[in-house]
């Protein structure tokens, strides 16, 4: 066991070793570039210093460049993990191993502000979390951390940004995001009423603006001010009702929206389209388990689609250790009436876009060259990743779990498996 977790700590670690990019030329690949050039059949990719140099057929390899023969296979940006707690969440059944939450309510005296909006997730990354292999073999190349909601937490649920899983410590530039939670699963966090859901929220703006202490600490309101007035809010919100309330309550206070989850969202499309409003869909939640989702259905993120809406993709329940199957929520929306093109670019360029990556999540030239090798169809749950590159460097294609897969597959000789070494 310690072998292994120290090959497992090995392989999360060497990406982060300083270490010059070599030239790449992927020859004859099926280029999906999730851009405006969508799909290039027997394209040529040539990487040169981390970054996509050209695009075309026959391109020549430069000197000592490393030359990968695609054979007609896909080709795709690194894909989202969507919003997760990679990085901040080993084990979810241990306490101890898990960051992504604040629960304050319970330690303080009630009277205290126990708002606490300044919660920044991106201060307990930890890049050679052992979760975070296993989903990167899986060609997920960034995430999104979000803050979970918990029992003497607040609606206000703190900050979280994009990071690449590539073993570096440092969030994307221009990421960073405020998370809010609303609807009946967090309505013990307001007294048991969304009605009072929005008028907490609207006295939390208040304390912001005015410099009152009613619900927010000092820094809470420089950190909520930070978001008013143009800043990037993801909204966890299912119910089409919740929906119009959360996008009228972004228009009086210049909030930039995101919604997350969106079960309903389709009842609301032309509204989410007129505001400008991304969403972020779990396809897989179809079905009217509860109140909130009652208008839950499969063909939800193709009639956002239609309606101009831009689509992603992120996993609900247990999104970090799940993070893996989020080809299948794309290809799911893709199976019920998505275009394949907007399936993939759910998973890349959408999310990408929407959380203000401009140099990833896409194959372009002048982006960098995070890729994926498919064994095929990547939206297909029995392809492979075959290979990834992060900014031009090959990945190991292993985890903790591929090799514990490999040791025990040994065959068996003449002693018992265990003392295979």
């Known amino acids: 066991m310690k072998r292994l977790f120290a090959i497992a700590i090995a392989c999360a670690c060497s990406l982060a070793a300083p270490a010059a990019a070599q030239d790449l030329l ?29 695009i075309g057929r026959d391109l020549p390899a430069p000197a000592g460049a490393a030359v990968v023969e695609a054979g007609g296979r896909p080709l795709t940006p690194g894909l989202f993990a969507g919003l997760s707690g990679l990085g901040v969440e080993e084990v979810s059944g241990e306490a101890a191993t898990v960051d992504g939450n ?39 190349s960034f995430t999104v951390l979000a803050p979970g909601a918990v029992p003497g937490g607040s609606l206000l649920a ?10 570096s410590h440092a969030p994307l530039a221009g990421s960073r995001s405020l998370f809010i939670n609303l609807g009946s699963d967090v ?24 410099g009152s202490d009613e619900l927010l600490t000092r820094a809470g309101r420089a950190a909520l001010a930070r978001y008013l007035d143009g800043g990037r809010v993801v909204f966890h919100v299912d119910r089409a009702a919740d929906i119009r309330q959360t996008l009228a309550f972004a228009r009086r206070h210049g909030i930039r929206p995101v919604i997350a989850g969106g079960a309903e969202a389709w009842q609301v499309a032309d509204e989410l389209r007129a505001a400008g409003a991304p969403v972020l869909l779990d396809p897989l939640l179809n079905l009217p388990y509860d109140f909130d989702r009652l208008g839950a259905r499969l063909d ?4 956002l ?19 893996r199957k989020i080809r299948q929520l794309a290809g799911n929306a893709v199976a019920n009436g998505l ?22 999540g896409r194959i372009a030239v002048g982006q960098v060259a995070d890729l994926v090798l498919w064994s095929g169809d990547p939206l297909e749950v029995t392809s492979l990743a075959q290979q990834m590159w992060l900014a031009g460097k090959p990945v190991p294609m292993r985890s903790r779990q591929t090799e514990l897969r490999d040791r025990y597959l040994v065959p068996s000789g003449e002693l018992p498996r265990a003392y295979v070494k």
């Open 339 to 360: 275009p394949w093109e907007a399936g993939l670019a759910g998973l890349t360029s959408a999310p990408a876009r929407i959380f203000g990556i401009r140099d990833r």
């Open 187 to 210: 309505s013990p966090l307001s007294g048991g009423s969304r009605a009072g859901q929005w008028m907490l929220l609207e006295q939390a703006v208040s304390d912001a603006r005015n």
């Open 305 to 323: 689609h239609r309606a101009g809406v831009t689509v992603a993709f992120s996993q609900s329940g247990d999104a970090t250790h799940n993070a």
């Open 300 to 303: 939800n993120a193709a009639r």
């Open 102 to 140: 604040l629960a304050l309510g319970t330690l303080v005296p009630p009277q205290q502000a126990v708002w606490r909006p300044e919660f920044d997730l991106d201060l307990a990354f930890n890049p050679a979390s052992m979760a975070i292999p296993v989903s990167r073999i899986e060609g997920l």
């Open 158 to 167: 703190g900050q979280g940004s994009a990071f690449v899983l590539d073993g």
């Open 26 to 54: 992927i020859r004859g690949a099926t280029v999906h570039t999730a851009d405006a050039a969508g799909t290039l059949k027997d394209h040529d990719v040539l990487v040169r210093g981390g970054v996509i140099r050209a």
